[in-house]
């Protein structure tokens, strides 16, 4: 199998996996898979400087193992965690689509709202349903007739029917009136949708290769910094939380322009009653890879990135780090020896990054 269908299998197994219920067998399997898809043997990079608060933090990580997964609102991409779609096209749709089928609105109110379900009887719920089924989804009229003989089949007198379904019409229209009130809502709801998804999404980026010179440039304080190495066959050997969350670890793709996302799909499974798995899996699918694809400004990273949601605290406890790399320039800083005698205690391999003897390209030493 290759790298490619191995990913695919794996981002597959994320959206269909509910990791925080399953076995842990089943994590171990997606882990497994994922570590063949990861490169370099399944080690990822970090790049920080050397001084600051950054290297305060990055030190505090190091020390007590655990990986910032930060909320993608305090990121350095505004477009991070945002979703491209087009407004006033869904706005058209939504609306559109309930004219079409009102009813569906109202099968859907009849299944999932707790309220009318309190105020109508198991019979009355019954009856509306089979009254519902005798709409017209061409004309979206009610052919009378049909839902007459439907209730007089089910012991209902025939004069007794004709009444009920005039006060079924009657309640349905009701609750068209009120659901284009609660859909005008929920669309103008997606105006600030993008700010909202920005303080609940949270990633740890990381790059694929420690040898990235504009990374060392751009994240390693103009070179003078240093550069983690995370190794991921040690989550193995972690708890079943840590390792359900590192699981969900995606390759970020780039391109020129951000593809269009829609609300349209989502719109269509609510007012289908939320019965289309087909349906639901293509939103989840078309939402998670908004979250990791960017565009092409940012291709020099090659990120790979674990990505949450709602996180009660940024830290996860998970200490696979596995190698150093320090710019030969920090090297006689306080920071510096800090990190050797950390890497020293903890077994990992410390590597020093220098010009080579003509200046025209780094070289990657052990550290002796």
């Not at 289908?272 to 291709?299: H, N, P, R, Y």
Request: glycine letters at 4%; one cysteine or more; charged letters at 30%.
């Amino acid at each position: 199998m290759t790298k490619e269908e191995l990913y695919k299998q794996h981002f597959d197994a994320l959206l269909t996996t509910d990791l925080d219920k399953c076995r842990e067998e089943d994590i171990d399997a997606i882990l497994a898979n994922l570590l063949q898809c990861l490169p370099n043997e399944g080690k990822l990079y970090k790049y920080r400087s050397i001084s600051g608060k950054a290297f305060a933090n990055a030190l505090d990580s190091l020390q007590n193992g655990y990986l910032w997964i930060a909320r993608v609102d305090t990121v350095n991409d505004d477009f991070e965690g945002t979703l491209n779609f087009d407004f006033e096209r869904d706005i058209q749709f939504a609306k559109t689509t309930f004219l079409k089928q009102p009813w569906k609105y109202v099968e859907y109110l009849l299944q999932e709202n707790s309220e009318i379900k309190q105020k109508l009887s198991f019979i009355d719920r019954f009856y509306i349903t089979q009254v519902l089924n005798c709409f017209n989804q061409e004309t979206g009229e009610m052919d009378t007739e049909k839902a007459v003989g439907l209730l007089v089949s089910k012991g209902m007198k025939r004069q007794e029917a004709k009444h009920y379904i005039m006060k079924v019409l009657l309640w349905v229209q009701n609750s068209i009136e009120e659901g284009v009130s609660v859909l005008r809502d929920k669309v103008e709801g997606l105006i600030g949708i993008n700010q909202k998804n920005r303080s609940n999404i949270f990633v740890c980026s990381m790059a694929i290769t420690h040898d990235a010179d504009n990374m060392w440039g751009y994240y390693a304080n103009n070179n003078r910094g240093f550069c983690i190495e995370y190794d991921f066959n040690k989550v193995r050997f972690l708890s079943r939380e840590a390792k359900s969350k590192i699981c969900r670890c995606y390759e970020v793709h780039y391109q020129n322009q951000k593809p269009n996302f829609s609300f349209q799909k989502t719109f269509q499974y609510l007012i289908c009653g939320k019965s289309d798995q087909a349906l639901l899996k293509q939103i989840e699918v078309d939402f998670v890879e908004q979250l990791v694809t960017k565009t092409g400004g940012w291709d020099k990273e090659t990120e790979w990135r674990i990505l949450l949601f709602q996180l009660q605290d940024c830290k996860l406890y998970a200490d696979i780090v596995s190698k150093i790399i320090l710019d030969e320039r920090v090297l006689n800083t306080v920071n510096a020896r800090k990190l050797i005698s950390l890497a020293k205690k903890r077994n990992w391999e410390i590597v020093i990054r220098k010009l080579n003897f003509i200046g025209t390209k780094h070289v990657y030493e052990k550290y002796e």
